[in-house]
C-alpha cells in the first residue's frame, strides 16, 4: 500500500478514537483495535468517509494474553505492516489493593503493560528497517506523581510506560523511529464513566483540570512527530508534574494522602 498504516488500541472512544482521527486527517491508513465491534465498525466508516483513506478493524481483548498476536495476525492476513502505533487502550481498576481479585489485577497488568510492550516490541524491528516508524504509549499524569490509595496499580502501570518510552526513545535515536509517552491528567471520555468514579471525579475538580480527548490526541501526535520522549499536555498538568519533581518524598506522598481521596476510589 501507498499509504502508511496506523494502528489504535483502545479505539473505540475517547482518546483513542481522537487519535485514529488524527492520523487519518494526516493520511495514514487506519486500523482500529476495542473490545467492541459495532463502536469500532462505526468508526471505520467515519474515518472512510471523512478521510477517504482505508480502515481496519479487528475487535480483540487485550487482557487475553492472545489479544495482541490476534491484531497483528489480522493486519498481516491483509498485507499491512504497522508503520505507527497508539498504545491506547487501558482503564482503572477501582479499590484497595487487599480488597481485590488477583485475576482481576492481572488482567488489569495484561492490558496496561504487558500487551503494549509486546505490541511495541512486535513491530519496532520492521519500523527500524523502514527507517520510519511512530509508537505513542498513553501514558498518564499518575505516572509522574506520587501513589495515592486506590487504584494501587494504574500509577505504577503508567510511570512503567514513561520509563519504557524513555528507553525506546534512546534506542532508536537517528533512526527516523519516534517514541513518545503521552501523559494527560483529567480527560473528557469515558474512563470515569467505566470505573464508576463520573459523579466524584465531576464534583471534585475544577473544570480548568480538564481537558478533551481531540485536544490531548492533538497534542500527543505534534509530540511524537517532534520526537520528544514524554509530552504532558495543558499548563495546569505541566505545573502539576513539574512541582511533583521539586517537592520532598514526605511532602509529596503527605499531599497525595490528603488530596488523593478526592479522585480515587478505595
Known amino acids: 500500500m501507498d499509504r502508511r498504516l496506523a494502528l489504535v488500541t483502545g479505539a473505540s472512544a475517547g482518546i483513542g478514537a481522537a487519535f485514529a482521527r488524527i492520523f487519518a486527517s494526516h493520511g495514514y491508513d ?27 478493524t479487528v475487535a480483540a481483548d487485550l487482557a487475553d494474553p492472545r489479544g495482541p498476536a490476534k491484531v497483528l495476525d489480522h493486519l498481516a492476513a491483509n498485507g499491512r505492516v504497522v508503520d505507527a502505533l497508539v498504545n491506547n487502550a487501558g482503564y482503572g481498576l477501582p479499590g484497595a489493593y487487599a480488597n481485590t481479585k488477583w485475576e482481576d489485577q492481572q ?20 519500523m527500524v528497517e523502514r527507517r520510519f516508524g511512530r509508537i505513542v504509549n498513553v501514558a498518564s499524569l499518575a505516572g509522574l506523581i506520587p501513589g495515592s490509595a486506590g487504584y494501587t496499580l494504574y500509577g505504577a502501570t503508567k510511570a512503567l510506560m514513561v520509563r519504557f518510552s524513555q528507553s525506546l526513545h534512546l534506542e532508536t535515536e537517528g533512526q ?13 471520555s469515558e474512563f470515569h464513566d467505566v470505573n464508576g468514579t463520573r459523579a466524584q471525579i465531576s464534583a471534585s475538580t475544577p473544570p480548568w483540570l480538564w481537558l478533551g480527548a481531540d485536544e490531548v490526541a492533538a497534542t500527543g501526535y505534534e509530540a511524537v512527530e517532534a520526537n520528544r520522549a514524554v509530552c504532558v499536555p495543558g499548563a495546569p498538568n505541566k505545573t502539576i508534574a513539574a512541582v511533583a519533581k521539586l517537592l520532598p518524598d514526605d511532602w509529596a506522598l503527605a499531599l497525595m494522602a490528603s488530596q488523593g481521596p478526592r479522585f480515587r476510589k478505595l
Open 176 to 188: 527516523n523511529v519516534h517514541v513518545t509517552a503521552l501523559c494527560p491528567g483529567f480527560t473528557y
Open 30 to 56: 487506519v486500523a482500529l483495535t476495542a473490545r467492541r465491534a459495532d463502536r469500532l465498525e462505526t468508526l471505520a466508516e467515519e474515518i472512510r468517509m471523512r478521510a477517504g483513506v482505508e480502515t481496519l
Open 107 to 126: 488482567a488489569f497488568l495484561q492490558v496496561m503493560v504487558t500487551a503494549p510492550c509486546e505490541l511495541a516490541h512486535k513491530v519496532l524491528p520492521g
